[in-house]
């Protein structure tokens, strides 16, 4: 479904990604996990078309997608849910979700959409006619990932869904996620939190430093030395 | 008694425009981050253009404003996507941009400002227009239809902000472009049209002001510093703030020229600064 093949990418002068490949089949969860800086989130935004990449090509359901702008890569199905929430503070729950739908054909749709969005993530149900700022981070995070479902996607890239909440709520997000992935809808994970994203996804990514450096089912990574020593503290 | 309603109404009144006019330029700054310094040279246009279709083909100047409003709404348009889009794609950063986009429309103004005056001369115009007075106030009827229309424009704004598919984007592209692009929003496409829906605004009270006052091609400016000090009371970016800021401004507009006329734009500037010692951030700031 997404095929990314030697990517390179860099800010200004620095250098971030370098030959970069990642391939996610229709119907997987796959995570791409590694540290701090390693240009995990460079590589998201590369493939949204928020940043260009130096070279390499991005292909998107056998379309050749790199130089799109993002309103075109939203339209084709592909949905980008940014780190760190990003949710409009200063609208409503049920203003986020609508921008959510933002391309045409989801718009069509937005009511029943939300209805599916509200029973995923009861919460944002309850709290709809709030300002987005008086949420807490666990509930940002749900509509962040509410909103991005909103656009009818057929895969989602999930930027550090866990990233500053408490464990409980990590717990939440990440029940959210294999459901989500249940419901047919392909999933590439960014995570620090390589523990409980080696357990719920199929095949995994190591970034470091921008390169790539280990890839693999998720049960033989969670195996392997290098992982257990430089991820899992073990 | 009187007088305090007079300073009241010509307060509110002079507050819509401001506010219109504010808000059109809390658009172009807030959302298309184009420090309009010539924002103000389109209400001459708005005017000037309201006052020659009624002298060549006698067109009700109310009628105009549907015309001017568009008019100046695609000069927008057009000016965003050749000078200022470019200008954006050639800015390694949005703050270089601001400074671009300022030097740029300080030409503009200059631009504008002269083609008027090639066109319609410097000299002071101006027509009558509804000004006998409502019987039983002694308040004339072209300032009560100015204000009634100004309500109107402000309420349908505020709806077309608060409740369409592209009030909605250009609200969420005003907190983050980057994020509403995410969303699916033609972030090129948007900040054009809030461009272009800024001098739009100023037109259209272009066009109301040529039905209260005298105009010449040189008041482009003074309404720009208003609409800045108005931008800066209401907090920048703020759409809410602006319109408020816009009314507040008119208020004080209006009871300092009751009192002093000669002090009314020393007073705007006194507010001014004022306001960025004491509370930079404006009333609806964060």
């Known amino acids: 479904m997404l095929e990314i093949d030697g990517l390179s990418a860099s800010y200004g002068k620095v250098q971030v990604l370098w030959d970069v490949s990642l391939r996610v089949d229709e119907g997987e969860f796959v995570a791409l996990v590694g540290a701090n800086g390693a240009g995990k989130t460079t590589l998201l935004n590369a493939v949204s078309g928020v940043m260009r990449p130096g070279s390499g090509s991005i292909a998107f359901m056998g379309n050749k997608v790199d130089g799109f702008a993002p309103n075109q890569i939203v339209d084709l199905g592909l949905s980008h849910i940014p780190e760190s929430r990003q949710v409009f503070t200063d609208m409503s729950v049920r203003e986020n979700l609508e921008m959510g739908a933002y391309p045409i054909r989801a718009w069509k749709s937005r009511r029943n959409t939300m209805k599916r969005v509200f029973e995923l993530f009861p919460r944002l149900e309850e709290r709809a006619g709030q300002l987005a700022r008086s949420l807490s981070g666990g509930e940002q995070q749900m509509l962040a990932m509410g909103r991005g479902l909103m656009s009818l996607p057929k895969m989602c890239m999930i930027d550090e869904p866990s990233n500053g909440l408490a464990p409980l709520v990590v717990r939440d997000i990440f029940r959210v996620l294999k459901s989500l992935h249940e419901e047919g809808i392909t999933v590439l994970l960014v995570e620090q939190n390589v523990r409980q994203t080696l357990a719920v996804a199929d095949r995994a990514y190591v970034l470091e430093n921008g390169h790539n450096v280990l890839e693999g089912p998720c049960c033989d990574l969670a195996q392997s030395e290098h992982v257990r020593k430089a991820y899992l503290g073990q | ?286």
């Not at chain 2, 001098?199 to 040189?218: D, R, W």
Request: hydrophobic share 55%; glycine share 12%.
């Open chain 2, 1 to 286: 008694m009187n007088a305090f309603r007079d300073i009241f109404l010509t307060g509110l009144l002079l507050g819509g425009i401001f506010a219109l006019v504010s808000v059109g330029l809390s658009l172009q700054y807030g959302v298309a981050r184009v420090l309009n310094v010539a924002h103000g040279e389109f209400i001459m246009v708005g005017a000037f253009i309201t006052f020659w279709m009624l002298g060549s083909i006698n067109l009700n100047p109310l009628v105009s404003l549907v015309i001017t409003g568009p008019a100046v709404f695609i000069m927008g348009l057009i000016l965003h996507k050749t000078l200022f889009r470019r200008l954006m794609d050639t800015s390694p950063s949005l703050d270089v941009f601001e400074g671009k986009s300022m030097l740029a429309s300080f030409g503009l103004l200059y631009v504008v400002q002269n083609l008027a005056r090639i066109i319609w001369g410097s000299d002071v115009e101006g027509y009558n227009f509804l000004n006998s007075t409502v019987t039983a106030a002694q308040i004339p009827l072209n300032r009560l239809v100015a204000l009634g229309f100004v309500i109107v424009l402000g309420v349908a704004f505020y709806l077309f902000l608060a409740r369409t598919r592209l009030g909605k984007a250009i609200r969420a592209s005003a907190q983050s472009p980057t994020t509403a692009e995410l969303m699916g929003v033609n972030i090129h496409n948007v900040l054009a049209i809030c461009f272009g829906l800024g001098l739009g605004l100023a037109g259209i009270a272009g066009s109301l002001l040529s039905t209260l006052f005298a105009i010449q091609t040189s008041i482009g400016l003074g309404y720009t510093v208003i609409a800045m000090v108005v931008v800066v009371l209401g907090g920048l970016g703020s759409i809410t703030g602006a319109m408020i800021g816009g009314v507040i401004l008119g208020l004080v507009s209006s009871t300092v020229t009751f009192f002093q006329p000669s002090l009314t734009m020393i007073a705007y500037y006194v507010i001014f600064i004022v306001l960025l010692l004491s509370r930079p951030k404006g009333i609806m700031g964060k």
